[in-house]
């Protein structure tokens, strides 16, 4: 069998190899690798010889005898320095001096021998750039069908080395009615889903409007979204679940409808501020708060804190600077230079997760999470003080038009107030921003002339971001939703909406850095750590308040 692959017409066989394998009678594998192993240390000074000439820039590899620079450019193809410096996946592959020297050197075989290569080629590198390179294919991960599918044993107990019998594919036997039909077609997962959204399986469609009711009000109508069933709390409104699953299933299984049944509901656009409710208002009525503190029973709206994406794409929304494209590569959403794609494009790094993400409660990777805890620590109030980002919005915001144009200081407070909260500022929060501005010029000139601050203001920073927090939950005014009041002033005085724009394929949003963290960094410029004026210290002081990051 040998002396026939060695003179094969179809297949020549390298002649250097031919000649160390020829009338070798071997016995295991380890005979033909040691053959091997004989034929390359014969060649080694004529194959290091060829590899430096390779990697001498001016020096042409074509002087090598075919039958070495063969040897040489395995496993991989040996191109000249001169190639290799042109191509970026080339420089991540591999170092061509280094693995082609060592890997003469120290030969090894057996189960080694497969991990060798790992140490040389770096295929964390070459991974990102499959993620950031402008000519990197579009790609996303997909499951096929195995040739022969096959059933699966029963583990006892767990334990896969105790085989129960086979059990063939087919759905649930508590969710179905007489015989189960078992799948046939492939493994079987398009006949599953088909009957999981069956007409005879009324969970399903249960399952799904009680999630896009928790993400509309904060909880479900079932509080347990992960276990609808009779081990369950039972839902506040079974009415209710039952007319969205019904009302979901005849029409077409449409989220985008049902997402504007419930936001046209009134029940959705009640105030969470109890006081204006006229159950509260009402002499002599039932207190609503002392039956249903909770609000289980919908009486009035759900105050709900924003996940950390809509807060940051309130923030680049603010800014102006938005991006409205369209798919496109990943982007990193937390690190300088700051990303203006919108959150949904994050690149999220499930061995390393962002600690900025993780201070916003955002979810394990790696673990299914129907609903994310919301927790409220000092790294938040930190990252909008001291993060570039948030300087970057408050000079944003104070350079806006309407901002700039204000014919009064007042008018002024009351555009960044419609900016950020969408809604006016009360009496006692423009005095409070008032005496903000004339303590934070006082200083401005007193540092320019080089003397203590003699200013009468009667408030500080911290004052006037406690003022507009308490108008977040006081009798003055309500929380506003700042997704909406950036929209709202993003297309206010004519200005049209933001068409939908395809992201172009040689779009270029971030590269890998190549470093330890194998995270990707955005191509841009670092935001200038110039000192803010009194203007854009009251948009960031604003920024710092509460009301900025709840909703309702």
Same mark, same amino acid.
């Given at each position: 069998?040998?002396?026939?692959?060695?003179?094969?017409?179809?297949?020549?066989?390298?002649?250097?190899?031919?000649?160390?394998?020829?009338?070798?009678?071997?016995?295991?594998?380890?005979?033909?690798?040691?053959?091997?192993?004989?034929?390359?240390?014969?060649?080694?000074?004529?194959?290091?010889?060829?590899?430096?000439?390779?990697?001498?820039?001016?020096?042409?590899?074509?002087?090598?005898?075919?039958?070495?620079?063969?040897?040489?450019?395995?496993?991989?193809?040996?191109?000249?320095?001169?190639?290799? /410096?042109?191509?970026?996946?080339?420089?991540?592959?591999?170092? !061509?001096?280094?693995?082609?020297?060592?890997?003469?050197?120290?030969?090894?075989?057996?189960?080694?021998?497969? #991990?060798?290569?790992?140490?040389? @080629?770096?295929?964390?590198?070459?991974?990102?750039?499959?993620?950031?390179?402008?000519?990197?294919?579009?790609?996303?991960?997909?499951?096929?069908?195995?040739?022969?599918?096959?059933?699966?044993?029963?583990?006892?107990?767990?334990?896969?080395?105790?085989?129960?019998?086979?059990?063939?594919?087919?759905?649930?036997?508590?969710?179905?009615?007489?015989?189960?039909?078992? @799948?046939?077609?492939?493994?079987?997962?398009?006949?599953?889903?088909?009957?999981?959204?069956?007409?005879?399986?009324?969970?399903?469609?249960?399952?799904?409007?009680?999630?896009?009711?928790?993400?509309?009000?904060?909880?479900? /109508?079932?509080?347990?979204?992960?276990?609808?069933?009779?081990?369950?709390?039972?839902?506040?409104?079974?009415?209710?679940?039952?007319?969205?699953?019904?009302?979901?299933?005849?029409?077409?299984?449409?989220?985008?409808?049902?997402?504007?049944?419930?936001? /046209?509901?009134?029940?959705?656009?009640?105030?969470?501020?109890?006081?204006?409710?006229?159950?509260?208002?009402?002499?002599?009525?039932?207190?609503? /708060?002392?039956?249903?503190?909770?609000?289980?029973?919908?009486?009035?709206?759900?105050?709900?804190?924003?996940? @950390?994406?809509?807060?940051?794409?309130?923030?680049?929304?603010?800014?102006?600077?938005?991006?409205?494209?369209?798919?496109?590569?990943?982007?990193?959403?937390?690190?300088?230079?700051?990303?203006?794609?919108?959150?949904?494009?994050?690149?999220?790094?499930?061995?390393?997760?962002?600690?900025?993400?993780?201070?916003?409660?955002?979810?394990?990777?790696?673990?299914?999470?129907?609903?994310?805890?919301?927790?409220?620590?000092?790294?938040?109030?930190?990252?909008?003080?001291?993060?570039?980002?948030?300087?970057?919005?408050?000079?944003?915001?104070?350079?806006?038009?309407?901002?700039?144009?204000?014919?009064?200081?007042?008018?002024?407070?009351?555009?960044?107030?419609?900016?950020?909260?969408? #809604?006016?500022?009360?009496?006692?929060?423009?005095?409070?921003? #008032?005496?903000?501005?004339?303590?934070?010029?006082?200083?401005?000139?007193?540092?320019?002339?080089?003397?203590?601050? !003699?200013?009468?203001?009667?408030?500080?920073?911290?004052?006037?971001?406690?003022?507009?927090?308490?108008?977040?939950?006081?009798?003055?005014?309500?929380?506003?939703?700042?997704?909406?009041?950036?929209?709202?002033?993003?297309?206010?005085?004519?200005?049209?909406?933001?068409?939908?724009?395809?992201?172009?394929?040689?779009?270029?949003?971030?590269?890998?850095?190549?470093?330890?963290?194998?995270?990707?960094?955005?191509?841009?410029?670092?935001?200038?750590?110039?000192?803010?004026?009194?203007?854009?210290?009251?948009?960031?002081?604003?920024?710092?308040?509460?009301?900025?990051?709840?909703?309702?």
């Amino acid at each position: 069998m040998l002396a026939a692959a060695l003179n094969d017409p179809k297949h020549p066989v390298n002649p250097l190899i031919a000649s160390a394998l020829r009338g070798l009678k071997p016995k295991t594998i380890d005979d033909v690798a040691l053959a091997y192993q004989k034929a390359y240390n014969d060649s080694k000074a004529s194959i290091l010889a060829h590899i430096d000439r390779c990697a001498t820039p001016g020096r042409s590899s074509k002087q090598t005898p075919p039958a070495i620079a063969q040897m040489a450019a395995y496993p991989w193809p040996l191109p000249d320095i001169e190639e290799i /410096l042109e191509n970026e996946e080339c420089i991540a592959l591999f170092d !061509t001096r280094k693995f082609c020297a060592d890997w003469q050197n120290r030969p090894v075989f057996g189960g080694q021998n497969n #991990r060798k290569p790992v140490a040389y @080629f770096r295929w964390a590198q070459v991974n990102e750039l499959r993620l950031s390179h402008p000519g990197a294919p579009r790609e996303a991960m997909a499951i096929q069908d195995a040739a022969s599918p096959r059933d699966s044993y029963v583990y006892l107990r767990g334990d896969k080395n105790k085989r129960g019998p086979t059990v063939p594919r087919r759905f649930l036997e508590v969710l179905s009615q007489g015989d189960r039909p078992a @799948f046939n077609d492939g493994s079987g997962r398009l006949e599953l889903a088909k009957a999981i959204v069956a007409k005879t399986n009324p969970i399903a469609p249960r399952v799904a409007m009680n999630r896009l009711w928790l993400k509309h009000f904060g909880e479900g /109508l079932v509080l347990t979204p992960d276990d609808l069933g009779n081990m369950s709390v039972p839902p506040s409104h079974p009415e209710l679940l039952d007319w969205l699953a019904d009302d979901f299933t005849k029409n077409g299984w449409t989220f985008k409808r049902m997402h504007r049944q419930i936001m /046209l509901s009134s029940a959705y656009r009640q105030d969470s501020n109890p006081n204006l409710n006229p159950l509260v208002a009402r002499k002599g009525a039932v207190d609503p /708060l002392k039956i249903d503190a909770a609000n289980r029973l919908l009486w009035r709206g759900n105050l709900r804190r924003l996940d @950390f994406e809509s807060i940051r794409d309130s923030m680049i929304l603010l800014t102006g600077k938005m991006s409205p494209a369209v798919g496109g590569q990943p982007a990193n959403i937390t690190d300088e230079p700051y990303s203006y794609r919108r959150s949904l494009y994050g690149y999220v790094d499930r061995l390393r997760l962002n600690d900025t993400l993780s201070q916003f409660d955002y979810a394990d990777p790696d673990m299914a999470n129907s609903k994310r805890g919301s927790t409220i620590v000092p790294q938040q109030a930190l990252f909008f003080m001291n993060n570039p980002l948030s300087v970057e919005v408050a000079r944003s915001v104070a350079a806006r038009p309407d901002v700039v144009k204000a014919f009064s200081e007042d008018a002024r407070i009351n555009a960044m107030f419609m900016a950020i909260f969408q #809604r006016r500022a009360t009496s006692n929060e423009i005095r409070a921003a #008032r005496d903000f501005l004339d303590k934070q010029k006082a200083m401005t000139i007193a540092a320019a002339r080089g003397t203590p601050a !003699t200013g009468t203001a009667k408030t500080s920073t911290s004052g006037s971001s406690r003022t507009s927090a308490k108008g977040a939950s006081g009798k003055d005014a309500k929380p506003a939703n700042p997704v909406a009041a950036a929209q709202g002033s993003a297309t206010k005085k004519g200005v049209p909406a933001t068409k939908k724009v395809e992201a172009p394929d040689d779009m270029m949003m971030s590269v890998s850095t190549g470093g330890a963290e194998g995270i990707l960094q955005n191509v841009g410029e670092t935001i200038p750590r110039n000192p803010l004026t009194p203007i854009e210290l009251l948009a960031h002081t604003l920024l710092l308040s509460n009301e900025f990051v709840y909703v309702n």
